[in-house]
């Protein structure tokens, strides 16, 4: 009787094992299709109309009852003239998947407990890739030795055109204390110690939190702004940097700005400051601006400024910045052209040379 159960029990994992395989095997057919479509569809545009013994047709692949569910399948993949352009595009692709998540989710975690461990180790390393690939960004540096942060002067007229008293706060926290944007647009009221001028930090890409002394002349103007605007930060659930939004809110809205509000307002004060440098186009989906100067270029002013004024202790510096590994920091410290030719020109300096030969003689 045991031995019967067990066997039932071995049957049923088996079968819910091939069934996921199946589903598996199900989402990889409408990956292809899709690939097939898109490939179908560049080369009509490239080439024009092919004949219809060319066009590649659904019935070469398998179609499962989940495909016809995610896309409507015809008896061609390729956009005829006068009919209806089937082709999904790669939102609509990531939507469906969206959508089906749950189930995506289930049928991993069950082959999860039966697949070998050189298996697993296959579509983890097959997933890490496309999390690099599409989402993080290269470790190469990208800018030469082109300046990604402010000038002494640069960040003088950069606040000198900003009227408004929150963007003046919020920059301002960037400029001094390193912070990323989505740090500072998040800092509330309970963050601040009041005894200490503490300014307690949650660090985004670390997950770790940290604190760091804010320095008394900025810890001065943030106690008048809070002073100044005490009814809106109650509101906004004490976060300084309150959304004054007009639009239908939700119990969804953010009580703060977004980063993407800090942005937009960070370039329009960059054009009337006249610093919008273009130095750049991105390649994309459409042709965007780079700009030399961006809101993370106030962190890259920050960390360059406490690394010069602390003798250039980059240990210190990283540190300060919050960062891991002190590789990165060494990214963000900026040498300028003219400390970089003196440091030159002091290595090659000969009457250094000379005293130490004239030594060496009288020795």
């Known amino acids: 009787m045991k031995k019967c159960s067990a066997s039932f029990a071995y049957c049923s994992a088996s079968a819910n094992t091939f069934g996921c395989l199946s589903a598996i095997h199900a989402l990889l057919s409408r990956c292809a299709f899709s690939f097939l479509r898109l490939f179908s569809a560049l080369s009509f545009s490239i080439s024009g109309p092919v004949g219809r013994e060319e066009l590649v047709s659904s019935s070469q692949l398998p179609v499962s009852r989940i495909e016809t569910d995610w896309f409507p399948v015809s008896g061609s993949m390729s956009p005829v003239c006068g009919e209806e352009n089937l082709i999904p595009t790669a939102r609509e692709i990531g939507r469906e998947l969206n959508k089906k998540w749950p189930e995506i989710k289930g049928e991993l975690e069950h082959l999860g407990h039966y697949l070998s461990k050189g298996t697993l180790v296959k579509a983890i390393t097959i997933l890490s890739e496309a999390r690099k690939r599409r989402f993080l960004r290269s470790k190469r540096p990208k800018y030469g030795s082109m300046n990604k942060g402010f000038t002494e002067e640069e960040l003088e007229r950069f606040f000198s055109v900003i009227d408004d008293p929150k963007p003046h706060l919020l920059f301002s926290f960037q400029a001094f204390l390193g912070l990323r944007i989505g740090e500072a647009v998040r800092i509330n009221i309970q963050d601040i110690n009041l005894k200490t001028r503490e300014l307690r930090i949650f660090t985004e890409k670390s997950g770790k939190t940290d604190y760091l002394l804010i320095p008394e002349k900025l810890f001065e103007v943030a106690l008048r702004y809070i002073a100044a605007f005490e009814k809106e930060i109650a509101a ?43 130095y750049g186009y991105s390649v994309g989906a459409g042709p965007r601006s780079l700009y030399r100067l961006s809101p993370h270029s106030l962190r890259h002013y920050a960390i360059t400024n406490f690394c010069r ?55």
């Open 236 to 278: 906004a659930k004490g976060y300084l940097f309150f959304s004054s939004g007009k639009g239908r809110r939700t119990s969804e809205t953010r009580p703060h700005i977004t980063t993407q509000t800090a942005r937009f307002v960070f370039r329009d004060y960059m054009r009337k400051a006249k610093l919008a440098e273009v």
């Open 309 to 363: 004024k602390n003798g250039g202790n980059a240990v210190l510096a990283s540190k300060f910045a919050r960062h891991t590994n002190l590789q990165t920091t060494m990214v963000y410290i900026h040498t300028e052209k003219e400390e970089l030719y003196e440091s030159i020109e002091r290595a090659h300096d000969t009457k250094i040379l000379e005293k130490v030969r004239e030594m060496q003689e009288n020795i």
